[in-house]
């Protein structure tokens, strides 16, 4: 592809398009091709997003041919696709760019058949030698894979004969040194700008909205700070268990399958200082500060910082479920946790003092994902009680009604002065009648384009891991029955609750 | 909820006095904000106001619009209908929708009904009804452009205007205003979208490839001004400048590098609208195709051909022509765009403007 700009492009909805390329999909037969991957790709080609040139070659195992691999990509997007095809002629045209490929992946000689149908694929379809690798695999494979890739000469940091990246699923390690082991192999095979490490959650419209607020706004980030903000807390809850993954689960917790990487980005995001540019390296470097900014906490600081939990038996939406040591997969006496909550503070000019309280559990009553940013209440209370809860909180919806919206108090109508907290409501459902893409359309997309401003870098990754390490040391030398219980379909454990300063409270959601 | 909010919910015509328009819309949408506070979950919308001007005979088909706007963008329409009356009647409906999570999300309709009197003085009916702080659209439908009066005391206090120089009765007259008003557009450049994404798809990774045309011919059936509109761009996009007109439709235009280059406006019987667009390269002996066959007027063929470089054939699918899908491709667009105002100046040029 050459630098110059399309003249044509000057004024277009789309003012950038990604070159041709191959899309090639390890873990082709796995669940997140079928549910997320694949009716991304679909979304795209449809939506005239995705290159003229294009291809998707799935890769695994298993044997299959072409034709199997597109009746089942098929029937994948009828069954989670956010649009369906209009007719067989539109999914012909689609199914006509989707080919497999056989590959033990432990096998070097599998990738020189890889390399060769590559080969005939950019002579058939066009795709100029671009390649853009997608890791659907389980972690383990990562390393061996990209050898083995770099081995056949299909990847590596000289990209003269087409543009060659990856994209690599979290979990990015599973603790500090497994993390900069797994970096330190893909650098040597290739340059950062070429790895493209994946969190869902920063495709989600919201989660980007929220440097639009904050930057597009002039007035949320004069009091984006200690001085007009009490307290801010970030809440991932879910209503599933651990479901078929009681194995992963048991060697996970929550600790590490959400707070390391959605939460620690989710924080990131809210704390950043301005970017100095709208570009992804200036956007990273500050997120990036952030983590940094997060202390290694000593066992005593996580005994008074930290809750952790497991779910009992209880009943959620009027079912009975069992307890987490009581799921399959789950050892009787883990411990593992369903849920953490946290209170943490960072060490900046801006946040000092400032507690950001995190929270994230399974089978609590909703499922929510939100940023809520509480202000600090008036200095002299001049009116009676509010009804209902007083004080200014904003709160960034991230799923499942991802929208903004600001609480404040009001006179109730009538010849008494009385307060009481209404809501200033934005929905992106409501104000915005366009469904938004699915986070995987956004960012496959952006990986297509070489933009990875959506994307997470070794560093942050280093710094949430580091922070996250310390809470694991200090949980470990807490004696066994620190282990919190909560009931199924409850908003998790009381001792949650004195992890918060002054009146504060959790949010009810 | 009372019987007058729940007709006027419904979408049902509420006859109000003009001159109370706003009174009236309050104590229709009370009761039923009351009830969404209570839970019932109605919510009153506005992302702008779209303010209509259209013939009394194009009732019907402007309402379809509006209502499809209305859908997507939730809003305050307020429609003045020109017809052979001397008074003004007003009336007022909710165009309501459901939004995800159940809510019912509405925005509002005013329908003004008058004369040319009334059409002289449009200014003074419509500026009370614009709502503050959101994006005020002006679409003038009708075949007769806007007086200079009208113009001179609307669009400044508007945010952009919308025209279609499809239907306007001299369209000389209004490519001056859209070449003079940079917040005026036409309706037509949005329709023509896919057009442009398509000829941008041949180039997109060859952008080098672009500066080496120098041909361009549009072929359409119908009115001047569409083929004018994209063969303007096409010559905008390259950089091309105006040099001289041969004829009616063959002009010669002077590239970046100076060199020459032409573009050629084929006619074809009927009212189809275009049909194709093709530029040349004599230096690279190729051309680069966006046809719309016959048999598939619903699509875009691409096809390109040349010595050294060729693309496989594409195919894209092409809407078919529908304000309401131009107005909110309009409403979701920046008001001044740089490249149609280069392609309204050069298609005014190729129109002996």
Redesign the interface.
């Given at each position: 592809?050459?630098d110059?700009?399309?003249?044509?492009?000057?004024?277009?909805?789309?003012s950038d398009?990604?070159?041709?390329c191959v899309f090639v999909l390890f873990g082709a037969t796995g669940d997140l091709t079928a549910r997320k991957l694949v009716p991304a790709l679909w979304q795209l080609v449809r939506g005239?997003l995705a290159?003229?040139?294009f291809f998707v070659l799935g890769v695994a195992r298993r044997a299959k041919s072409d034709d199997e691999f597109r009746a089942e990509m098929r029937a994948a997007v009828d069954k989670f696709g956010r649009d369906r095809p209009a007719d067989e002629a539109e999914w012909e045209?689609f199914a006509q760019r989707l080919g497999y490929c056989v590959c033990e992946f432990t096998q070097p000689a599998a990738y020189q058949a890889l390399a060769q149908r590559l080969r005939g694929i950019d002579a058939s379809?066009?795709t100029?030698g671009n390649r853009l690798y997608y890791l659907a695999v389980a972690p383990e494979f990562f390393e061996g894979i990209t050898s083995s890739l770099h081995e056949a000469e299909l990847i590596g940091p000289d990209q003269a004969g087409g543009w060659r990246r990856v994209v690599i699923e979290k979990p990015f390690g599973t603790d500090l040194a497994s993390a900069a082991r797994l970096s330190g192999h893909l650098h040597g095979l290739l340059t950062e700008d070429q790895i493209y490490r994946i969190d869902h959650y920063l495709g989600k419209e919201t989660v980007q909205n929220l440097l639009t607020l904050r930057f597009g706004n002039a007035i949320f980030e004069p009091l984006w700070n200690r001085n007009h903000i009490e307290h801010v807390q970030i809440t991932v809850a879910e209503t599933e268990g651990i479901g078929r993954r009681g194995e992963f689960y048991d060697q996970t917790g929550a600790l590490r399958d959400m707070v390391q990487n959605h939460m620690m980005q989710l924080l990131a995001l809210v704390a950043m200082e301005p970017p100095v540019t709208w570009e992804a390296g200036a956007i990273r470097d500050e997120k990036a500060k952030v983590l940094r900014a997060l202390p290694a906490w000593t066992p005593a600081q996580v005994a008074s910082r930290v809750v952790r939990a497991q779910y009992t038996r209880g009943t959620l939406a009027g079912v009975e479920m069992p307890g987490f040591t009581e799921e399959a997969g789950i050892a009787p006496d883990s411990l593992t946790e369903s849920y953490v909550a946290m209170r943490l503070t960072l060490d900046t000019w801006r946040w000092s003092g400032v507690p950001f309280y995190l929270r994230h559990g399974k089978r609590l009553p909703k499922r929510t994902t939100e940023i809520a940013i509480a202000f600090h209440q008036p200095p002299l209370s001049l009116f009676p009680p509010t009804v209902g809860r007083s004080g200014n909180t904003l709160v960034m919806r991230i799923q499942p009604?991802e929208g903004i919206s600001l609480n404040f108090v009001a006179k109730v109508p009538g010849t008494r002065l009385t307060l009481q907290a209404v809501k200033m409501d934005f929905?992106y459902?409501?104000?915005f009648?366009?469904t938004s893409p699915e986070a995987y359309e956004r960012l496959l997309l952006d990986a297509m384009l070489g933009d990875n401003t959506l994307f997470t870098r070794e560093d942050e990754v280093a710094s949430a891991w580091r922070f996250v390490d310390s809470v694991r040391a200090g949980l470990a030398e807490q004696p066994r029955d620190t282990m919190a219980g909560y009931a199924v379909g409850s908003w998790g454990p009381a001792a949650a609750d004195a992890l918060l300063d002054g009146d504060a409270t959790w949010r009810r959601l | 909820m009372d019987a007058p909010t729940t007709a006027f919910l419904g979408g049902m015509p509420i006859e109000v006095d003009p001159t109370a328009i706003d009174r009236v819309l309050t104590a229709l949408w009370k009761p039923a904000t009351e009830e969404a506070a209570d839970g019932t979950g109605t919510t009153r919308l506005a992302l702008g106001t779209l303010v209509v001007v259209a013939d009394e005979a194009r009732a019907a088909p402007v309402e379809a619009v509006c209502q499809a706007v209305a859908a997507a963008y939730p809003s305050r329409i307020v429609v003045f209908l020109v017809g052979a009356r001397d008074d003004v009647s007003a009336a007022v409906f909710a165009t309501c929708r459901r939004a995800p999570g159940g809510s019912q999300v509405c925005g509002e309709t005013i329908v003004l009904r008058g004369g040319e009197r009334q059409a002289a003085q449009l200014p003074g009916l419509v500026l009370p009804l614009l709502l503050p702080d959101v994006l005020a659209t002006l679409w003038w439908d009708r075949s007769e452009p806007p007086a200079p009066a009208t113009v001179e005391a609307l669009l400044p206090l508007t945010d952009r205007g919308l025209i279609s120089l499809a239907r306007a009765t001299d369209p000389a007259c209004c490519l001056g205003l859209l070449t003079t008003q940079p917040r005026v557009a036409d309706l037509g450049w949005f329709e023509q979208h896919t057009w442009r994404e398509a000829v941008a798809q041949f180039f997109d990774g060859e952008a080098g490839v672009a500066a080496r045309m120098d041909r361009v011919e549009v072929v359409s059936s119908g009115a001047d001004t569409a083929g004018a509109l994209l063969a303007g761009w096409l010559a905008g996009q390259l950089g091309w400048e105006p040099a001289e007109r041969r004829s009616e439709r063959h002009t010669r235009w002077r590239r970046t590098d100076g060199e020459a280059a032409s573009v050629l406006l084929t006619r074809l019987p009927g009212d189809e609208g275009l049909w194709a667009t093709i530029l040349s390269s004599s230096e690279l002996a190729g051309d680069w195709r966006v046809e719309r066959p016959r048999e598939a007027p619903g699509s875009l063929r691409l096809t390109a051909h040349c010595r050294d470089w060729c693309q496989m054939p594409g195919r894209l699918l092409l809407p078919p022509p529908d304000t309401a899908q131009a107005i909110l491709a309009a409403l979701g667009r920046p008001v001044v765009n740089e490249s149609r105002q280069r392609a309204t100046a050069h298609a005014a040029w190729l129109l002996g403007g």
């Open positions: 592809m050459n110059v700009p399309n003249p044509f492009r000057d004024g277009l909805t789309r398009a990604p070159a041709p005239g290159p003229k040139q045209a379809h066009g100029a009604d929905g459902g409501s104000s009648a366009q | -």
